[in-house]
């Protein structure tokens, strides 16, 4: 079993940055796949990045290719999002999901995640 608790949202101008924590607990979060999605008002979850267990293999959608970085520290428990030149359409809660197989590839469809977290909110001003 895996909790997640997200830490880090908040509101910001277009432009500029936030980073996005998510710290997990239990025996096996060091060794499986992470990711981060994001649902804003009126859509559907939709992919950001993911990250396998060693950190060796990541992966971002279009939209965020260039601005966001997922990384992960297995000895804090830790999965961060960093994202930079935000902009309005960034605006959602995201939230960040985990594997429950262990050592296992990058993962980006949503029902391939098991475990998930309860999101934080993420606005950015124009």
């Known amino acids: 079993q895996v909790q997640l608790v997200e830490s880090g949202g908040g509101l910001v101008q277009a432009g500029g940055s936030l980073r996005l924590s998510c710290a997990g607990s239990?025996?096996?979060?060091?060794?499986?796949?992470m990711g981060w999605f994001r649902q804003a008002p009126g859509k559907e979850r939709e992919f950001v990045a993911a990250i396998n267990w060693r950190s060796d293999s990541t992966y971002y959608a279009d939209s965020v290719k260039g601005r966001f970085t997922i990384s992960r520290n297995n000895a804090k428990n830790t999965v961060y999002l960093q994202m930079n030149s935000l902009t309005p359409e960034d605006t959602a809660v995201y939230y960040c999901?985990?594997?429950?197989?262990?050592?296992?590839?990058?993962?980006?469809?949503?029902?391939?995640?098991?475990?998930w977290g309860q999101g934080t909110q993420v606005t950015v001003s124009s």
């Open positions: 999901a985990a594997d429950r197989a262990l050592y296992g590839v990058v993962l980006t469809d949503i029902d391939e995640y098991d475990y």
């Open positions: 239990g025996r096996t979060f060091r060794s499986v796949a």
